[in-house]
């Protein structure tokens, strides 16, 4: 029988991109951050970041990984590296006997997703990938569409605005400016660690914030994508236009089932909106539709001839992160799954990588299952 007393004992691999994730893991009950560790070979500023944050929770900073998971007993591992190295980090600890919880995008390439999965299933351990599907707003949609409030589910949108601001607005570069480089920015933008898709290579909204539609989509509809048609753009900031990497998409969606979907994605710079952007789902039945206002948050369902139900939830501060954190210990506790594993991870990068190619080449492009 499980100890649901047990306190996972956990590693920090890299905590360079966003801190969130080990705060997140740290405020649970059931989860205890031990030491934070990364391989020696990276340059200053990674081994700063890291060392800032093990001094503030008081705890060790190991510039040697294997040595790290050998001494300190550990349960799991929170990933929070550059996106380049989070499937890297990931698998060394699963091949470890660890439990995984790792930050979005899961990689920058397909191959490294599916032996990441490989890995997990190898060694029989849980991962996690980090997402917001535990909203209230969103888990209140989803019993609505389960009890068949709507009727069948035909068709499925969502805009994912985020109104962060991202660097010089576009077209602020002068005659002789050099191009700003994308992790100089990212450095400079998110020095606190609290924020931000710090990484090597410059990638757009698609790629570092496309889970987050793509995850609704996936637990609203329990559908795979098949095909996907994009088109890309930049439009506000400068950044990505000298790194040639979109801050606005459209994506269509083939979805098994016949379900329509869509999704619009992007970093419109907007600092003074109230929530922290345009953030909405729609969701469209055979008896009636749910619109979803995430940031709020608030569920109203439509019916033909009849008045709309409405939901207002109070929002709460970090009540998502909590809630997978209690997921997560549950996944530990009885072997069933978490809210997004290893698998659902790596179809929506899948997803996500088949509409990069189709903002490129203006074609459909075939996810590849």
Known sequence: MADLHKKFRVAVLSVVKHDYLPRAVAAHPRFELVVVTDDAAHPNWVH?????????????????????????????????????????????????GLHVIADKPMSTCLSECDLLVEAVNRNNVKFLLWNRNFLPAVIQAKEAIQSGAIGELHA??????????????????????????????????HADGSDGGVG????????????????????????????????????FHQVNVDNHVDDLASVSLELDNSIVGSLCIGRIGSASHPDIGEIKIHAIGSKGGIVITEARPEVSIHYRDQPPLEFKNERIANENDFLLMDDFARALDTGCEPILNARGGRDIASTVFAAVESGKTGQPVEVTQ
């Open 48 to 96: 700063e970041r890291n060392q800032r944050f093990a001094d503030e929770f008081g705890i060790s900073y190991l510039r040697d990984i294997a040595k790290a998971i050998a001494e300190y007993e550990l349960d799991m591992a929170v990933v929070s590296s550059e996106a380049e190295r989070h499937c890297d980090l990931a698998v060394r600890a699963a091949d470890a």
């Open 156 to 189: 499925i949108h969502v805009d994912f605005y985020f109104s962060k601001d991202a660097g010089p607005p576009k077209g602020t570069r002068q005659l002789g400016d050099l191009p700003i480089n994308w992790l100089d920015r990212q450095l400079e933008a």
């Open 200 to 235: 090597i290579e410059a990638m757009g909204e698609l790629q570092i914030e496309g889970i987050y539609p793509l995850g609704y989509i996936r637990m609203l509809t329990n559908a795979n994508v098949r095909q996907v048609f994009a088109r890309t753009a930049t439009h």
